[in-house]
Structures are given as structure tokens and as C-alpha cells.
């Protein structure tokens, strides 16, 4: 294949990328830690103590894992079935309950960003880690229910969220946006949503740097692309292959 030919194909590859999957907190949700915060109220409950080096090591994995399915990590801190369930639970009502507050946010330009995709002819699918019950309380919070084409939680995907593909090929199923799992794009902020847009067999995998990690941890994990933020999105997506 000849270097004009190659040009060519990635020219068409780019044209072709209307299926777009974005991670919601800290991708196009700012939730001030509330993550973390959530979880301190659900170890408490179960009896995990404040200031111990039990809650430090928990908490600790916690912010490691961030974007993982989040009853996957009660079961790798919490071990036995009954106390994972019993700390997710917690977990997801002190959370909703942060939610209900007020203490959540749209990242800014985010909106207007999913608006431009979807303008651009590109079907949005907004994913979580979260339970559905809570996925449904942050888009209530923010009035973004019916803003994206589709939202997907890992119990949608058969119960497997990040750093598995499941749910971008869910997306990529339902939706039928494309042919080709090349033409997916897929952006979060954290290392699992980059194993897992790598994974999928995604062509675009975009870090953003408004959440949990850093340039290096996105780019380790397999970034091709890292952006100050999701607004950014649209603009990478009509400029570049």
C-alpha cells in the first residue's frame, strides 16, 4: 500500500467516526470528589474506621481503580459476595444522596460538546462505573436525560464495567452507528477507560485531564489522544485521523 493510499484510508477512517462513548464523572461530569466521599460514608457503615490504615489502604484502591464497575471493587476490598452488595448499596445511596445536594456538575462545555457530536451527525452513548439507579440520578441532577442517544451501565453490559471493553462493544451493538469498531471513539479520564476504548478495539481513545489521572497514567494505558478536557472533542474529531 502506497503512502497516498494509507492517507487516503485513515482520511476516510476519520470521516466515518460517528459513535462516540463517553465516561461520565470526571469526563463529562465534575463531581468534586464525591467518589471518594461516598465511599468513606458506605466503609464507615461497615465498620471500616476513619483514620485506620485499613480505611487508608481501602481508599487508596479505591482512587487506583477510579472508573472501574464499582461493585467490582467492594468484592476485591470487601471480599464475601454478602458485605461487596451490602458496601455497594451503601456506597451507591450516600452517593445519590451527595447527588441530591447539589454537589454535582456538568465538566464545563460538556454539554455543549455532546450537542455539537450529535449535530455533527455522531451518536453519543454515555457510560458509567455507577449502578444504574445512580447513572439516573446524575442525569436527573443535570437535566441530561434524552441529551445523549444512549446511556449504558456495566449491568447492561452483563455486569462487567471497565477496564473490560463490554460496554463500548454494547454500544457499538446497539446502536449500529458504524461497521467498523475502528470508527469508535472513546473518552474518559481515567486508566481504565483507556484499557478499556483499547480493548474494544476502539480507533480514537482520548484521555481528558479533568479527573482522576494524569497525562502519564492516560498515556501508559493507551491514550491516543489526551485533551484538556472533553469540549475539546468535537474539534479533535473534525481535525485530525
Known amino acids: 500500500m502506497s503512502d497516498t493510499d494509507t492517507d487516503t484510508d485513515s482520511n476516510s477512517r476519520r470521516d466515518r467516526r460517528n459513535l462516540v462513548v463517553l465516561d461520565m464523572a470526571g469526563t463529562t461530569v465534575a463531581d468534586g470528589g464525591l467518589v471518594e466521599r461516598a465511599f468513606e460514608r458506605a466503609a464507615e457503615r461497615l465498620g471500616v474506621e476513619p483514620g485506620t490504615a485499613d480505611h487508608d489502604a481501602k481508599l487508596r484502591y479505591v482512587r487506583d481503580t477510579m472508573g472501574e464497575s464499582k461493585i467490582s471493587v467492594f468484592r476485591h476490598l470487601f471480599g464475601a459476595e454478602e458485605l461487596a452488595r451490602r458496601a455497594n448499596s451503601a456506597f451507591e445511596e450516600a452517593y445519590g444522596d451527595l447527588v441530591d445536594s447539589g454537589l454535582i456538575a ?127 472533542l468535537p474539534s479533535l474529531l473534525l481535525e485530525s485521523p
Open 106 to 232: 456538568p465538566v464545563p462545555g460538556a454539554r455543549e460538546a455532546i450537542e455539537k457530536l450529535r449535530a455533527d451527525g455522531r451518536t453519543v452513548v454515555l457510560t458509567t462505573g455507577f449502578a444504574r439507579v445512580t447513572q439516573d440520578a446524575i442525569l436527573d441532577a443535570l437535566g441530561w436525560q434524552g441529551l445523549a442517544d444512549l446511556t449504558l451501565c456495566p449491568a447492561d453490559a452483563g455486569g462487567r464495567g471497565r477496564p473490560y471493553p463490554d460496554m463500548v462493544l454494547v454500544a457499538f451493538l446497539r446502536t449500529g452507528a458504524v461497521d467498523d469498531v475502528r470508527d469508535v471513539v472513546v473518552a474518559g479520564d481515567t486508566a481504565y477507560d483507556m484499557l478499556g476504548g483499547r480493548r474494544s478495539g476502539a480507533g480514537t481513545v482520548a484521555g481528558v485531564l479533568t479527573g482522576a489521572h494524569d497525562l502519564a497514567a492516560l498515556t501508559a494505558h493507551g491514550a491516543t489522544h489526551v485533551l484538556g478536557s472533553v469540549a475539546e
